[in-house]
């Protein structure tokens, strides 16, 4: 009989287990000692086999063995995988695994045999989708064949057919396919021209990724985060006028004390935020620029993190109850009715769009507004990151970025916005 220890550890294992992503293909390490490294694997793995296509095994060898690599120096060491052929065909914009369905198979057979990747015994419902994915993680053995990895040496492949940057999801998060217009070829060009600079710069950060935890109004949550992952892409919900924000980038998973530890090229960064950005907005919309407070969030004898947490829902949320029940069940916010009073309050001149549902509406807009900054920066030559409404530069180009965020906000809304 299993102690209470041991139930807990099993239960933590699992959860890891269940939350592992899709294992990547996007890797990459042209070093010479990890190429050393992945020629032992392949010596050992090849022996006494007739092997066809040998250059497309070997490729896709070091796709597997990065991405195991690189996930075994995280949190979560482990990887989802398909056995489903129908997964490494062509079909929409989002299903290319990019991989023969017969070479990932073979490798995924041999590696097991040499002892060099373990199965998870449990079986696993694909998120968001009716199949199940095998988990796989590097053994030991593993490992210590590429002993010779660094984060460093990893880079994105660029011999792969590109991934797709513009997403759009259903109501059920879901991905759906659509018609490419002029625009949407616009923003795909512009996260192009961003992940180029962003992928050639050394983007570094003094955190341990293998022991990120985020507390949660009291609950810790696990961040799994790739140190690799640089590729931006955008996701629209439902239709194009709501989302859009940039994801994809590990930095986007730190919080501001631990991005204050960015470096990119060995240089530090300075992070500048729009303040406010979506009470701002609101403001604006609603014809009261004039009225707009100097901190939307600070409320006397209220917490202002449970302010701003909760300034996001009511603008998600269909209605005061639905709030209410995210606020406290969700986003764990003590005396929850107490702060939405004191939010209604304060934002009168806003109240027609409390419970209005324009949440994704408004982070189009901020999408819209980060973009141009990230395009204007990028013809520049600057490597810019984004989180969502704030921006990460070198220091020497701080004093650009509040002009270039200053620019396109005038541009976009008329006014002045505050930076901080």
Not at 201 to 221: E, H, R, Y
């Amino acid at each position: 009989m299993k102690t209470t220890t041991q139930r807990g550890l099993l239960l933590a294992e699992l959860d890891l287990i269940k939350s592992a992503p899709m294992l990547s293909v996007y890797k990459k390490a042209d070093h010479p000692d990890v190429q050393l490294d992945l020629e032992h694997v392949w010596d050992v793995i090849s022996q006494d086999r007739v092997i066809y296509k040998k250059a497309r095994h070997r490729r896709l060898l070091m796709a597997i063995a990065l991405d195991l690599w690189v996930a075994a120096q995280t949190a979560n060491p482990w990887r989802a995988i398909s056995k489903n052929r129908n997964d490494y065909t062509k079909g929409s914009r989002y299903r290319r695994i990019h991989w023969k369905y017969d070479l990932m198979m073979n490798l995924y057979s041999w590696l097991t045999e040499a002892g060099f990747i373990e199965q998870s015994s449990f079986k696993h419902n694909n998120t968001g989708g009716g199949g199940y994915r095998t988990r796989i993680k590097a053994t030991d053995k593993f490992l210590s064949a590429l002993s010779s990895c660094r984060i460093e040496y990893i880079k994105r492949a660029s011999d792969l057919e590109e991934e797709e940057s513009i997403i759009r999801k259903d109501e059920n998060k879901k991905v759906i396919d659509y018609e490419d217009n002029a625009i949407t070829n616009q923003w795909r060009d512009n996260l192009r021209l961003v992940n180029s600079l962003i992928e050639s710069a050394a983007i570094t950060s003094d955190v341990d990724f293998k022991v990120l935890t985020i507390p949660t109004s009291g609950k810790k949550k696990g961040r799994y985060i790739d140190p690799t992952a640089i590729h931006l892409y955008r996701t629209f919900n439902e239709m194009f006028t709501r989302g859009g924000r940039h994801y994809g980038g590990w930095w986007q998973l730190l919080n501001k004390e631990e991005r204050s530890t960015i470096k990119i090229n060995k240089k530090k960064t300075v992070e500048l935020d729009y303040k406010c950005l979506h009470a701002t907005i609101l403001y604006i919309l609603a014809g009261q620029a004039l009225s707009i407070p100097e901190d939307s969030y600070a409320i006397p004898g209220i917490d202002r993190q449970a302010v701003k947490d909760s300034f996001f829902v009511l603008f998600n949320c269909r209605d005061r109850e639905q709030t209410l029940n995210t606020m406290s069940h969700d986003l764990y916010i003590k005396n929850s009715k107490k702060v939405l009073s004191a939010i209604e309050d304060k934002h009168k001149a806003i109240k027609p769009y409390l419970y209005s549902g324009l949440g994704t509406a408004l982070q189009c807009m901020d999408s819209v507004l980060i973009d141009s900054v990230l395009v204007e920066l990028a013809k520049k030559g600057i490597v810019c990151l984004p989180v969502f409404d704030s921006l990460i530069v070198q220091i020497e180009h701080e004093a650009l970025l509040r002009n270039t965020m200053t620019k396109w906000f005038m541009y976009y809304f008329d006014i002045n916005p505050i930076i901080t």
